[in-house]
């Protein structure tokens, strides 16, 4: 059996008049890259703050290294290097003192240098933190938690407010991350960031695990369909009745806020030209098609009723 | 050691490159300084009225008379016999102190039982009462060394009495010091109010970094600022406005980091019972406005009715307006040091009791 770095049994955390975390359990391999993956307001950040000792929790047991971090805060803080999610730093230190700063808390740290490059932000080391965008301030705190240079890296939406390029760049470093044997446990609202980085992940919602496995797994159990999917092209109630009358697909799903309808089906062409016939018989565009294999997203969407973005 | 001295560099280096913050910490003490400096500058000394009552004029009482009157502040009027007119004026305000000079009986005197002068003063004045019974009291306690039949014991003009040239700009800087210090310590502590609202504070609890040791990097460095502001008003109050400091630099410096860290201690009180920076403001505002104009450092608070007096008595900036003042110009006002260094203490004490018990580190 593999080594474990995180073991969570049946986490609570409530606040006042919500329970953020309601009793989640879950079990990070070492060396792993594992994802928490949820929408906005799903307790991502919570159930991440809790790991790393900024709240107690209401109920469970957790183990970090060994540790239980409401006893071994202390011993935990010099293991782990932690990503928060919107962390406030002096603004008037520049990226390489803030840097400096953080490598003196821990006994053995990474070399600063290094860890700026790492991060991209060898151009920006003289530059004072409030001068920085909100990508390179969000590049900087990985590289704070990175250079803690510790066993386990807690990054909280690690690519939040990224530009594509950036947010591979950081792909990068974490994969890196993962071949210097350290464990990452990450929590993303990007689909496509789960999948391509996890080995292990988990989809929550409203405070409960909805699903864990593999992103492969995942797919493989959820989703076998593809799906087709296309901007509304101004469905009323009755031609929305009419579309899923039609029986062209396995599942129709409607995404309000992005404005598209997914179709799932086990025969595309059959379900293509079933679309089409209906498009021009209730003479609608149907614009924008995209025919793909199904994601993580479409795991979502099915378990939850609804986008993650929504 | 080594995290505390990189985080309080981190904490230094905020304050320099925050030119703002940086120039009306460097600024507001030299504009006080120039501003009270300049009004209080040329003929304005401190006058103080002093009645001296006769009872048998000698030799020795015209020498006494004279070296009263060789005292720049010194107003003096002597009246003879009983001196009725002399005690009327003290009662109508218009004396501070009357000296009554019994009729000397060398033969006493000759066998060491001393003459006894009374000091009548005006105990709603007992600030401005207080500094010049000090001042008499030592002219008279070096006149008794002397007193061993000889002419001359009354030479004492010749003595530097720090009430001398006592100008009321010499009253008010330390004054403007105390004032400087309490500002320092009361709002010093919106800095650690900001950490803590922008979460810094927060965002640090996540690294091995010992919450304290930010606090006490904070303190440290809030020291090092009130002993440069102390440093600085008193170059230029001594280079512009030719003030003497009677005391060793370092025993000012001592009184001013006892001071300190009582309105630190006070200041992380009040932030300890509110959230934001802006209600942070307020509270101190609402503390430290009363008390710079019920602590009589720019005016003695004597003319103020006896209930606001008691108030005076309570508020830690009185105390360090005095000590400042003893240990600064050498003006005693009848509390002893150990006095203002027990109660400043005391109030350290006791608002850093009450801060650990409301304290909040986010």
């Known amino acids: 059996m593999d080594e474990l770095s995180i073991e969570v049994t049946g986490l609570k955390k409530y606040f006042v008049g919500a329970k953020a975390v309601d009793g989640i359990s879950f079990k990070v391999k070492s060396g792993s890259i594992y994802g928490m993956l949820g929408p906005n307001g799903a307790g991502k950040t919570t159930t991440i703050e809790t790991l790393v000792g900024l709240y107690r929790r209401d109920g469970g047991r957790i183990s970090v290294l060994g540790y239980d971090p409401e006893d071994d805060l202390d011993k935990i803080k010099k293991l782990i290097g932690v990503q928060l999610q919107s962390p406030s730093l002096f603004p008037r230190l520049t990226v390489k003192e803030m840097v400096n700063l953080f490598s003196s808390f821990y006994p053995q740290p990474m070399d600063p240098v290094e860890v700026i490059n790492q991060v991209g932000l060898d151009s920006k080391e003289n530059t004072q933190i409030r001068f920085l965008s909100g990508g390179q301030r969000h590049r900087l705190a990985v590289g704070l938690a990175m250079v803690s240079n510790g066993k386990i890296m807690f990054l909280d939406e690690p690519t939040t407010g990224l530009d594509p390029k950036a947010r591979r760049q950081l792909w990068d470093v974490i994969k890196g991350l993962k071949n210097n044997g350290v464990t990452v446990f990450l929590t993303t609202h990007y689909m496509e960031e789960a999948e391509k980085l996890c080995d292990d992940l988990m989809i929550i919602d409203l405070g409960k695990v909805i699903v864990q496995g593999s992103p492969r797994e995942l797919i493989k159990e959820f989703s076998q369909e593809t799906a087709i999917e296309f901007s509304d092209p101004g469905l009323t109630d009755l031609s929305r009745k009419a579309l899923e009358d039609r029986q062209l697909a396995a599942r129709v799903s409607y995404e309000v806020k992005e404005k598209r309808i997914i179709l799932y089906t086990h025969n595309v062409p059959f379900t293509m030209k079933k679309l089409l016939d209906f498009g021009s018989d209730h003479k609608l565009a149907i614009d924008d098609i995209v025919v793909r294999r199904a994601s993580l997203e479409d795991v979502f969407l099915k378990l939850t009723g609804r986008g993650i973005r929504e | ?362």
């Open chain 2, 1 to 362: 050691m080594r995290i505390f001295i990189n985080v309080f560099l981190a904490n230094l280096k905020e304050l320099i490159r925050d030119k703002t913050a940086l120039f009306w910490f460097l600024a507001f003490p030299i504009f006080f300084v120039f501003l009270f400096g300049i009004v209080f500058s040329g003929s304005s000394e401190l006058v103080f009225n002093l009645g001296i009552i006769i009872e048998e004029p000698s030799e020795m009482t015209d020498k006494i008379v004279e070296a009263m009157r060789a005292i720049d502040s010194f107003k003096v009027s002597v009246a003879r016999g009983e001196g009725s007119e002399e005690m009327k004026a003290l009662q109508k305000g218009e004396r501070h102190i009357v000296i009554k000079i019994p009729a000397i009986d060398y033969q006493k005197m000759a066998s060491g039982q001393g003459v006894e002068i009374l000091v009548y003063y005006d105990a709603s004045k007992q600030q401005t009462s207080q500094v010049l019974m000090s001042v008499v009291e030592k002219m008279f306690g070096e006149a008794e060394h002397n007193i061993t039949g000889i002419p001359e014991i009354f030479k004492i003009k010749q003595e530097a009495i720090q009430a001398d040239k006592l100008t009321d700009f010499d009253y008010i800087l330390p004054g403007i010091l105390a004032m400087a210090l309490m500002q320092l310590g009361l709002f010093g502590s919106l800095q650690f109010l900001s950490l803590r609202e922008q979460k810094i504070v927060r965002s640090l609890g996540v690294t091995p970094l010992a919450r304290s040791t930010l606090l006490i990097s904070e303190i440290t460095l809030r020291l090092l600022m009130a002993l440069v502001q102390t440093f600085l008003i008193i170059t230029i109050a001594r280079i512009v406005f030719g003030v003497t400091i009677i005391s060793n630099i370092f025993v000012v410096f001592a009184v001013v980091i006892i001071g300190s860290l009582t309105f630190i201690s006070l200041g992380y009180m009040l932030i300890s019972f509110v959230k934001s920076n802006e209600a942070g403001q307020g509270i101190i505002q609402i503390v430290q406005f009363p008390m710079m104009f019920l602590s009589g450092i720019f005016f003695p608070p004597d003319f103020m009715p006896s209930y606001i007096q008691a108030i005076v008595r309570a508020i830690p900036l009185t105390y360090l307006g005095d000590a400042l003042r003893q240990v600064m110009i050498g003006v005693y006002s009848g509390r002893s040091m150990l006095t203002n260094i027990i109660v400043l203490s005391g109030w350290l004490i006791v608002t850093l009791i009450i801060t650990i018990k409301f304290w909040r580190w986010d």
